[in-house]
């Protein structure tokens, strides 16, 4: 299949170069030019034959910031030879959908095609995105919608079965400093002829900080080197301290990211690894996680994968959380710190958990059982003719303090185990106590039998 030539650049930039900023004029105007995603637009790879053919499908570009779903949306219209219309969810609402919309059917009845790009798509209510529906059937537009957020859960499946996702990586460290190089060498949209000097180890510093967002990189450059400016030209150490100050990872306090990231750090607690559940924890209050939350998460693991392993966990927890109410950030963040540490290292069980899952699961199962009558209180003489209480078997009067062929379940019912402790941290006395209770049990029950 024939390869097709981009369209023209000027009918999709009409400000003048001078007024963008560099990480605009930097945007790839072909494939070529493209860094990152070397995986999705592989050479012979579907979506890139798609795209240099002009023979492109609606679709849903889900990746990170800075990943290149703006530029890629753009490249389709450019090798399709269509009008690229572009729209924002947070910014539009129905009546500009529609008005753009019958802009183009318009255009489809006259024989042109429309590149419709919906940016933050997955901010659009199901109303919004159905509006799309008709126009993606007929054809009168090609959908791209771009979202950082998981599309499974924020774009409705009418939405979804119309349009393919394709996922979009963060850029590598090594892919954005091509990009800045590039940046520093082109005279015509760049930094080139304007005697910008940098080092390697400057340029990979800039690069790191961009956190695999191309843009985010080229406007940093962008700023080293209008500061540069007023140095001779070179981007020396003092110049870097100046434009990496604020530095900001990725994370999104509602989104996938935040989602993934205590996922990761409970299952690092889980796995026993201290060292890699700091790093999440760390991760997460760099990103700016509310330590509240984060103390609530780890004390939900102190009962959750701890348990009676290591009851001093549930306390240290709650103590943990005491201090950084009293103490805020940065100070208390160490006791959180110290917690997660704690977590991760000492002994786990999930019996507890288990135990407590099971007997929900009986209570559902058997609905409202009788409680026994000797279980039963019998303060009136009613009740006492009735049998409350009768037969009860004061467990302090039994020899070693515990009436063995007493049941205390109801009757309907017959005995049942839901806590099996593991043979970790305390739950190995635990568990030998309870082992040979309930073989005691068993055998009174037979002798009585």
């Known amino acids: 299949m024939a390869k097709k030539k981009p369209a023209s650049e000027s009918s999709l930039f009409k400000a003048p170069e001078g007024l963008k900023p560099l990480a605009e004029r930097m945007r790839p105007a072909s494939l070529y030019e493209m860094v990152g995603q070397r995986r999705l637009l592989a050479p012979g790879s579907a979506l890139r034959r798609a795209v240099e053919s002009g023979n492109v499908h609606s679709m849903v570009l889900w990746g990170p910031p800075g990943c290149g779903k703006t530029t890629l949306a753009l490249l389709l ?116 002829g304007q005697g910008i000097e940098v080092d390697d180890e400057r340029l990979r510093e800039i690069a790191g900080a961009a956190d695999g967002d191309v843009r985010r990189g080229l406007t940093l450059l962008e700023i080293a080197a209008e500061l540069a400016a007023d140095e001779g030209g070179r981007i020396t150490q003092t110049t870097q301290v100046q434009v990496l100050a604020d530095r900001t990872r990725r994370f999104d306090k509602q989104g996938e990211q935040f989602y993934d990231q205590i996922s990761a750090l409970h299952k690092s607690v889980r796995s026993s690894n201290p060292d890699a559940a700091l790093y999440w924890f760390t991760r997460m209050l760099d990103g700016g996680c509310d330590p509240h939350y984060l103390a609530r998460r780890m004390t939900r693991m102190a009962v959750e994968d701890v348990g009676l392993a290591d009851p001093r966990a549930l306390q240290m927890a709650i103590e943990a959380w005491a201090t950084y109410d009293r103490l805020g950030s940065p100070e208390g963040d160490l006791a959180l710190a110290q917690l997660v540490i704690y977590l991760a290292s000492c002994a786990k069980s999930n019996a507890g958990y288990v135990a407590f899952k099971a007997a929900q699961a009986d209570v559902r199962e058997h609905g409202t059982q009788d409680v026994p009558l000797h279980l039963r209180n019998a303060p009136t003489k009613l009740m006492k003719e009735l049998g409350y209480g009768t037969g009860y078997q004061y467990d302090h009067d039994a020899p070693d303090g515990i009436a063995l062929d007493q049941t205390a379940f109801p009757d309907a019912m017959g005995e049942r185990v839901y806590y099996e402790p593991v043979e970790r941290g305390l739950e190995i006395k635990l568990k030998e106590k309870l082992d040979r209770l309930r073989a005691a049990r068993e055998d009174a029950r037979g002798k009585k039998r």
């Open 77 to 192: 219209a450019r090798y399709a030879e269509a009008e690229f219309v572009a729209i924002s969810a947070v910014l539009s609402g129905l009546p500009q959908v529609r008005e753009v919309l019958a802009e183009a059917e318009q255009r489809f009845n006259e024989g042109r095609r429309t590149v419709l790009f919906v940016d933050e798509v997955h901010r659009f209510n199901k109303v919004q995105q159905d509006a799309f529906l008709p126009h993606i059937e007929r054809g009168s537009i090609l959908f791209v919608g771009a979202t950082t957020e998981n599309p499974s859960f924020e774009l409705n499946s009418a939405l979804l079965s119309r349009c393919r996702v394709h996922v979009l990586e963060a850029v590598s460290q090594d892919d954005i400093i091509e990009a800045l190089k590039r940046a520093l060498a082109d005279e015509s949209r760049g930094l080139g």
